[in-house]
């Protein structure tokens, strides 16, 4: 056992510290200095049980309950999914406040209410992914009940989150993967969120994205008539200089480091996906490629 | 499709926001802050479990409407008619008749007509030109050019079509109060969904406000309502902050970020209730 005194030491030290870090949070909120709180209120509501943490936990709790009744929280999780769960313990730790009320909460209970928050699609649509093509590969690697989903519901509610990265598109592939080995065992396809974020990258001129999502809506999803035709026009005002691939995609510096130092990769998909795309939405190549295996 | 019955707006939130937008323009003297609020908490009132709130907001109508009328230079103030075109008929059909508001309009009606042909082919002005008629002020709503016209009558081409043009197709299309044909309804609701990803909320209502008024209900539609009713906030404003940007010194974000977002959301569950289908309902 340690000296009271020791311990008492550092408690203090760790209390003042963390004062320091919750007024600098609270003055200018950055993804850096909430990572901090995050990491501080981890272990807060590990150690809740050890006395001579009590002024630390309170402070904690206090600055919680402020961020949550002014928003901040909200605001926080609204912009980026990764600050969830540090978002999600710091609301739980407001309700030990002295001023906390059930109204403070109300907001972010309304986003999980409508799909926004709480249930992130990426793990799961990884985990059966991974699981599909372990399988044919004779691993099982599938420990685990993991439920029947509704895909559809899954990938469609993403439609209602303002963002922008290279997330979304790998989201939409993920799931075409998942379609095309295990489309048999899914009743509903996602159909909104594919052809909106098609949209989106058409109207953002983002003609990395066009061809990888155009593709994927006819190949996996749906296209119908007439964002077919604008799909296809768009492809062809867009081809690359021969010998040259599409360009990266705009916005990618926000993204992960795993995706960032893709970069070749994602441009060499893209040109790919355009000749796919090419090859399926126009009729005139396949025509043409069986013209001449006809004659 | 989402379930909407959680997020549509309750009597006690309705009065939540009318009341963030009164604390709005009670903090501001801008006359554009003024109409903008008053607009919307309008719109609030005409809802169902809002009986009575008009009564108070006919007066404020008279006295904006004066203050108004009584600026140095009233048609350098920048206001949109719209907003004073659609106060007076919120109030008109709920049996109220703002007099200054009525003399504005006039004022409006009569300046439009001295136009020339180019003005009065813009979408905002034959959509003016359009309310007012409706409301029975003397103006007159041109045809739209060809160009427009074109691009009115080929839904494929709203895809690629810049923000710009959207925004003034919407309001010919709104001028015009024809139906849109299925289609032509479900693009606009997936162009107001890939917009409202890039949170350009203005655009996005634009169109909704005519799928809603002159199409038929979808999946699409009924996300984006959704996506909007979801930026509701405690206070009663809407809207989400990046509080990882560094906001300009000197902005106020109530003003120029949360109060044309709430404005823009109120209006358009306003417009969606008046012509939603009681044979569809929006979960259907």
Same mark, same amino acid.
């Given at each position: 056992?340690?000296?009271?005194?020791?311990?008492?030491?550092?408690?203090?030290?760790?209390?003042?510290?963390?004062?320091?870090?919750?007024?600098?949070?609270?003055?200018?909120?950055?993804?850096?200095?909430?990572?901090?709180?995050?990491?501080?209120?981890?272990?807060?509501?590990?150690?809740?049980?050890?006395?001579?943490?009590?002024?630390?936990?309170?402070?904690? /709790?206090?600055?919680?309950?402020?961020?949550?009744?002014?928003?901040?929280?909200?605001?926080? /999780?609204?912009?980026?999914?990764?600050?969830?769960?540090?978002?999600?313990?710091?609301?739980?730790?407001?309700?030990?406040?002295? &001023?906390?009320?059930?109204?403070?909460?109300?907001?972010?209970?309304?986003?999980?209410?409508?799909?926004?928050?709480?249930?992130?699609?990426?793990?799961?649509?990884?985990?059966?992914?991974?699981?599909?093509?372990?399988?044919?590969?004779?691993?099982?690697?599938?420990?685990?009940?993991?439920?029947?989903?509704?895909?559809?519901?899954?990938?469609?509610?993403?439609?209602?989150?303002?963002?922008?990265?290279?997330?979304?598109?790998?989201?939409?592939?993920? /799931?075409?993967?998942?379609?095309?080995?295990?489309?048999?065992?899914? /009743?509903?396809?996602?159909?909104?969120?594919?052809?909106?974020?098609?949209?989106?990258?058409?109207?953002?001129?983002?003609?990395?994205?066009?061809?990888?999502?155009?593709?994927?809506?006819?190949?996996?999803?749906?296209?119908?008539?007439?964002?077919?035709?604008?799909?296809?026009?768009?492809?062809?005002?867009?081809?690359?200089?021969?010998?040259?691939?599409?360009?990266?995609?705009?916005?990618?510096?926000?993204?992960?480091?795993?995706?960032?130092?893709?970069?070749?990769?994602?441009?060499?998909?893209?040109?790919?996906?355009?000749?796919?795309?090419?090859?399926?939405?126009? &009729?005139?190549?396949?025509?043409?490629?069986?013209?001449?295996?006809?004659? | 499709?989402?379930?909407?019955?959680?997020?549509?707006?309750?009597?006690?939130?309705?009065?939540?926001?009318?009341?963030?937008?009164?604390?709005?323009?009670?903090?501001?003297?801008?006359?554009?802050?003024?109409?903008?609020?008053?607009?919307?908490?309008?719109?609030?009132? !005409? =809802?169902? @479990?809002?009986? =009575?709130?008009?009564?108070?907001? $006919?007066?404020?109508?008279?006295?904006?409407?004066?203050?108004?009328?009584?600026?140095?230079?009233?048609?350098?103030?920048?206001?949109?008619?719209?907003?004073?075109?659609?106060?007076?008929?919120?109030?008109?059909?709920? @049996?109220? %008749?703002? !007099?200054?508001?009525?003399?504005?309009?006039?004022?409006?009606?009569?300046?439009?007509?001295?136009?020339?042909?180019?003005?009065?082919?813009?979408?905002?002005?034959?959509?003016?030109?359009?309310?007012?008629?409706?409301?029975?002020?003397?103006?007159?709503?041109?045809?739209?050019?060809?160009?427009?016209?074109?691009?009115?009558?080929?839904?494929? *081409?709203? +895809?690629? #079509?810049? !923000?710009?043009?959207?925004? %003034?197709?919407?309001?010919?299309?709104?001028?015009?109060?024809?139906?849109?044909?299925?289609?032509?309804?479900?693009?606009?609701?997936?162009?107001?969904?890939?917009?409202?990803? *890039?949170?350009?909320?203005?655009?996005?209502?634009?169109?909704?406000?005519?799928? +809603?008024?002159? $199409?038929?209900?979808? !999946?699409?539609?009924?996300?984006?309502?959704? +996506?909007? #009713?979801?930026?509701?906030?405690?206070?009663?404003?809407? $809207?989400?902050?990046?509080?990882?940007?560094?906001?300009?010194? =000197?902005?106020?974000?109530?003003?120029?970020?949360?109060?044309?977002?709430?404005? *823009?959301?109120?209006?358009? +569950?306003?417009?969606?209730?008046?012509?939603?289908?009681?044979?569809?309902?929006? *979960?259907?």
């Amino acid at each position: 056992m340690q000296s009271t005194e020791l311990i008492s030491q550092l408690f203090s030290t760790c209390f003042a510290e963390s004062l320091r870090l919750l007024e600098g949070f609270e003055a200018a909120p950055t993804s850096a200095s909430l990572f901090d709180v995050g990491a501080v209120a981890e272990m807060v509501v590990l150690g809740e049980a050890i006395p001579g943490s009590e002024l630390l936990q309170q402070a904690i /709790c206090d600055a919680a309950a402020r961020w949550l009744r002014s928003g901040i929280l909200e605001d926080l /999780c609204m912009l980026r999914m990764e600050v969830l769960s540090h978002a999600a313990l710091l609301a739980y730790l407001a309700r030990r406040a002295t &001023d906390y009320s059930a109204a403070d909460i109300a907001v972010i209970k309304r986003l999980c209410t409508g799909r926004l928050l709480g249930r992130s699609e990426m793990p799961v649509l990884t985990q059966q992914l991974t699981a599909a093509y372990f399988a044919r590969c004779g691993i099982d690697s599938d420990f685990g009940d993991m439920g029947s989903r509704d895909l559809a519901r899954i990938i469609d509610k993403r439609i209602l989150r303002a963002r922008s990265d290279e997330y979304d598109v790998m989201a939409v592939l993920l /799931c075409a993967q998942l379609l095309q080995l295990e489309g048999h065992l899914i /009743c509903s396809r996602p159909t909104r969120y594919p052809r909106a974020l098609l949209v989106q990258a058409i109207r953002t001129d983002n003609s990395n994205w066009v061809p990888v999502l155009a593709y994927a809506c006819a190949h996996s999803f749906s296209l119908d008539e007439p964002l077919r035709g604008a799909a296809l026009k768009y492809l062809l005002r867009n081809l690359p200089q021969p010998g040259e691939l599409l360009p990266p995609p705009a916005g990618a510096g926000i993204d992960s480091e795993y995706i960032v130092q893709a970069g070749r990769g994602l441009r060499i998909r893209s040109t790919l996906a355009l000749a796919f795309a090419l090859c399926t939405l126009g &009729d005139t190549y396949v025509e043409a490629r069986a013209s001449v295996a006809i004659g | 499709m989402l379930k909407l019955e959680p997020l549509l707006l309750s009597a006690d939130e309705a009065a939540a926001t009318s009341s963030y937008l009164r604390s709005l323009q009670e903090r501001s003297s801008s006359l554009l802050v003024a109409a903008q609020s008053l607009f919307a908490r309008c719109c609030l009132a !005409a =809802g169902p @479990g809002s009986p =009575g709130m008009l009564g108070e907001l $006919g007066a404020e109508a008279d006295a904006l409407g004066q203050r108004i009328l009584h600026a140095p230079q009233p048609d350098q103030l920048g206001l949109d008619p719209v907003l004073l075109i659609e106060i007076y008929r919120l109030l008109k059909d709920g @049996g109220i %008749e703002p !007099a200054a508001i009525g003399a504005l309009l006039e004022r409006v009606g009569a300046e439009l007509l001295t136009q020339d042909e180019r003005i009065q082919a813009m979408g905002r002005v034959r959509y003016i030109a359009s309310q007012l008629t409706c409301l029975g002020f003397s103006a007159r709503a041109a045809k739209p050019t060809k160009e427009m016209a074109l691009l009115m009558r080929s839904p494929e *081409n709203w +895809f690629s #079509a810049t !923000a710009a043009d959207l925004a %003034e197709l919407a309001d010919h299309l709104v001028a015009d109060r024809r139906r849109l044909e299925r289609d032509a309804s479900q693009i606009l609701a997936l162009i107001a969904l890939a917009e409202l990803r *890039n949170y350009r909320v203005d655009l996005s209502c634009s169109l909704l406000r005519a799928v +809603f008024q002159l $199409g038929e209900p979808s !999946a699409e539609a009924a996300d984006a309502l959704s +996506f909007i #009713a979801l930026q509701r906030r405690r206070d009663g404003r809407y $809207g989400f902050s990046n509080q990882f940007v560094e906001s300009s010194a =000197g902005a106020d974000e109530h003003l120029e970020l949360f109060l044309p977002l709430t404005v *823009n959301a109120v209006w358009l +569950f306003h417009v969606e209730a008046t012509y939603r289908s009681p044979l569809q309902p929006l *979960n259907a």
